[in-house]
T-cell receptor, first 117, second 111 residues
Framework: GAVVSQHPSRVICKSGTSVKIECRSLDFQATTMFWYRQFPKKSLMLMATSNEGSKATYEQGVEKDKFLINHASLTLSTLTVTSAHPEDSSFYICSATGSQSLADTQYFGPGTRLTVL | QKEVEQDPGPLSVPEGAIVSLNCTYS??????FMWYRQYSRKGPELLMYTYSSGNKEDGRFTAQVDKSSKYISLFIRDSQPSDSATYLCAMSEGQGGKLIFGQGTELSVKP
């Protein structure tokens, strides 16, 4: 149980284009989803927290107009990187927690590697 | 000072060795403590979950929490090459689900 998927696993795009990453909880209802960014050999950096049906809460320093997050259902959240630039190249990982999860436990997706040319 | 400190390693051990991974933290309000394992280019996988102080054992893995010292540990017995990964400690206050992660320790178990 507690499986989270992400799509795509890898994406390469041109500078200036927008990229959408999907995060799905496959076997549970995710009341809260989190989006992280991870640089090579670095820990996870929380970008934003989203609750189903509510606006996402962004961490300090994360541009909400650049990283658009939508959590329209209890099983799906999307992250759209708008007008992507090479510095946005990174490993993006989502996680989810649900009412049946152990308190504060997050289950992670496999990640999406974004490369902006 | 970071809220959670973890030695990034890398740590290299021979197969069969006992591995000790540690994190220290400064926030006394942390109540939930987790260890995640992350293989290269993959998302983190929950290994151990502990509430408050004490020990928890699961197979070859033992998690220890000492809240008085603000120190948590993960022990791996009879380490295997398949244990080679980055191990991240994570903790939270239990209010809203936000996790604070350590830097991660890169472990390599040599056959």
């Amino acid at each position: 149980g507690a499986v989270v998927s992400q799509h795509p696993s890898r994406v390469i795009c041109k500078s200036g284009t927008s990229v959408k990453i999907e995060c799905r909880s496959l076997d549970f209802q995710a009341t809260t989803m989190f989006w992280y960014r991870q640089f090579p050999k670095k820990s996870l950096m929380l970008m934003a927290t989203s609750n189903e049906g509510s606006k996402a809460t962004y961490e300090q320093g994360v541009e909400k107009d650049k990283f658009l997050i939508n959590h329209a259902s209890l099983t799906l959240s999307t992250l759209t990187v708008t007008s992507a630039h090479p510095e946005d190249s990174s490993f993006y990982i989502c996680s989810a927690t649900g009412s049946q999860s152990l308190a504060d436990t997050q289950y992670f997706g496999p990640g999406t590697r974004l490369t902006v040319l | 000072q970071k809220e959670v400190e973890q030695d990034p390693g890398p740590l290299s051990v021979p197969e069969g060795a006992i591995v000790s991974l540690n994190c220290t933290y400064s926030n006394s309000a942390f109540q939930y403590f987790m260890w995640y394992r992350q293989y290269s280019r993959k998302g983190p996988e929950l290994l151990m979950y502990t509430y408050s102080s004490g020990n928890k054992e699961d197979g070859r893995f033992t998690a220890q929490v000492d809240k008085s010292s603000k120190y948590i540990s993960l022990f791996i017995r009879d380490s295997q090459p398949s244990d080679s990964a980055t191990y991240l400690c994570a903790m939270s206050e239990g209010q809203g689900g936000k996790l604070i992660f350590g830097q991660g320790t890169e472990l390599s178990v040599k056959p």
